[in-house]
């Protein structure tokens, strides 16, 4: 192949989707390597997380990171986002203190208001002043008396059909209702990948796994890298290593020492019996790795519900938690973990673990005893930069010349680590300065709501889920594509 591109990315997660389509709208020509039948179908997520508050012991500053990289992804990627807030509770059995996660909520909201002073669009998250509210037992007693809705719209409505099936008494008060909505990474997979089917600048190659990435940059050549793949090799000027829990395997070809921890989770779908109204998504707090780690139930449409539960009968796995060593910075799990990761789960292992994540969640949501297994787990490895666990903000770094690597521990992290790339890239005078930076993507704007649900509704059923988990509980409306987006689209697209 003679062409040389600009930026080569390796790994279509959703780290490299976003680099890649970035790229693309500033008219940098990429190509994007993605060893899967289709782009981001790697570790799961299902929340946006908005102001970190299913992490009682992160930093005021990692919250508002987490917001404020939220916010960004949430407006690029509106149709997969699911408005239901959440309900935050800590259990009476557990050490965290209602009142240290109130005053950090109160931070949230300054900040949220900054955010929507520097820019009125980033008011995603509703009225700010509503971020949150706080319920105390005598709020509970009063809401628990009244009738179930079946599509709430204000928090009271939510906390109502949530406390008519949650045993409150175990609870401590005030319990929360905060503006931390869900995420369906099906429909924002598909809101990528059509994208990236459209845009001028980059070169999808899905089903094309990186076998090798060999180093030419001391070789006076137009281009610095080639990456090798089974049938062909590509020349780029600019190499991007997003391959998430895989990062360090390039690392490690290029002989490039790193320090890594990766981490192996899972998360369960079940299917419960119809209930009267919508609930928010239920956090019953916990400290990580005890049997009373954090309990969280996602809700989907048709009544499945994802579950996830901080223990390592559940979520977490032995030996799930590993870290790389001193001569390679590829960690490598277990031979169970190994199996579930590249070759499938047994069915007893689905079975189990479901079931004791039903039972996690019935401890305080007794009813949810009748729920049952409702489909394969989501599941996957997820990387942290460096040795620090409980870090939440990974982002990129900058190992050497012409070399990015992209470590975000978060979904929504992808964005700024997109961002830096690209402020290194000029740096390095690969492409020259680009004038106007902004924010809005119009390739992305220019996918339209149906294609996405068809698109996502196929990817569930690809990989095997139920289609129910490519919807989301609160329908959007179509986002116009505005006049304004029109002629930069007309040169971006085919
Ligand atoms: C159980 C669980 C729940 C989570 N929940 C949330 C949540 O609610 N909210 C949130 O924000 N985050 C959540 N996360 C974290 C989130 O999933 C990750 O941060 C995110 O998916 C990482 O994206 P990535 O693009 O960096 O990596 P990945 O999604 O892992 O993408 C890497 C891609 O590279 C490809 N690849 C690797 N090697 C090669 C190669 N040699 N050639 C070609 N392709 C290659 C892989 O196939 C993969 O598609 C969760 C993680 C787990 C494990």
Redesign the pocket.
């Known amino acids: 192949m003679n062409k040389i591109y600009n930026v080569g990315v390796?790994?279509?997660?959703?780290?490299?989707v976003v680099t890649s389509l970035e790229l693309g709208k500033y008219g940098i020509d990429n190509v994007l390597?993605?060893?899967?039948n289709s782009?981001?179908?790697?570790?799961?997520?299902?929340?946006?997380?908005a102001g970190g508050n299913l992490y009682p012991d992160i930093s005021d500053e990692q919250c508002r990171i987490l917001m404020k990289q939220s916010i960004e992804m949430a407006r690029l990627f509106p149709q997969s986002i699911d408005e239901r807030p959440t309900f935050i509770s800590i259990p009476k059995s557990q050490k965290y203190s209602v009142e240290n996660i109130q005053s950090r909520l109160d931070m949230l909201v300054d900040y949220y208001k900054s955010l929507i002073a520097e820019d009125s669009r980033n008011e995603i998250l509703g009225n700010p002043d509503e971020y949150y509210k706080t319920y105390t037992e005598e709020d509970l007693k009063r809401l628990s008396g009244n009738e179930s809705v079946k599509n709430p719209s204000t928090p009271d409505q939510w906390l109502t059909n949530a406390i008519s099936l949650v045993d409150y008494t175990q609870l401590k008060t005030p319990i929360i209702i905060v503006q931390e909505y869900g995420?369906n990474m099906f429909r924002l997979g598909a809101q990528a990948q059509l994208a990236l089917e459209k845009a001028e600048n980059c070169t999808l190659k899905t089903n094309?796994?990186?076998?090798e990435v060999k180093d030419f940059r001391n070789q006076n050549l137009d281009y610095n890298w080639e990456i090798h793949t089974e049938t062909e090799v590509y020349k780029v000027k600019y190499l991007v290593n997003?391959?998430?829990?895989?990062t360090g395997?390039?690392d490690d070809s290029l002989h490039i020492k790193s320090d890594r921890l990766i981490?192996?989770?899972?998360?369960y779908v079940s299917k419960w019996q119809p209930i009267d109204g919508l609930i928010p998504e239920l956090i019953f707090h916990g400290e990580r790795g005890t049997p009373g780690g954090m309990v969280q139930l996602t809700p989907y449409c048709q009544d499945y519900y994802q579950i996830?539960g901080m223990t390592e009968q559940i979520?977490l796995f032995k030996g799930g938690l590993i870290k790389s060593k001193e001569d390679k910075a590829q960690p490598q799990f277990n031979d169970d973990i190994d199996n579930k990761l590249f070759r499938g789960w047994k069915k007893a292992d689905i079975d189990s673990r479901t079931e004791s994540a039903i039972e996690g969640v019935s401890k305080y949501l007794p009813a949810f005893k009748s729920a049952t297994v409702g489909g394969p787990p989501?599941?996957?490895?997820?990387?942290i930069p460096g040795d620090d666990a409980t870090l939440r903000v990974g982002e990129v770094s900058f190992p050497d010349t012409t070399y990015a690597r992209?470590?975000?521990?978060?979904?929504?992290?992808?964005l700024t680590v997109a961002n830096q790339i690209i402020d290194k890239i000029q740096e390095e005078k690969i492409i020259s300065v680009i004038e106007n930076r902004s924010t809005d993507n119009a390739i992305l704007d220019s996918i339209r709501k149906k294609e996405i649900d068809v698109l996502a509704a196929e990817l569930t059923q690809e990989r095997g889920y139920p289609q129910a988990l490519s919807r989301l509980l609160i329908d959007r409306r179509e986002a116009d594509v505005t006049k304004e987006h029109q002629p930069e689209l007309e040169l971006q697209l085919h």
Not at 208 to 211: C, D, E, H, L, S
Not at 242 to 246: A, D, K, N, R, V
């Open positions: 390796i790994g279509g997660g959703v780290s490299g390597f993605e060893q899967e782009v981001v179908n790697g570790p799961p997520f299902c929340h946006l997380h995420w094309t796994q990186v076998t997003s391959c998430g829990f895989e395997k390039i981490e192996f989770k899972a998360a996830h979520t989501l599941f996957g490895a997820q990387q992209s470590e975000i521990v978060k979904a929504s992290s992808a």
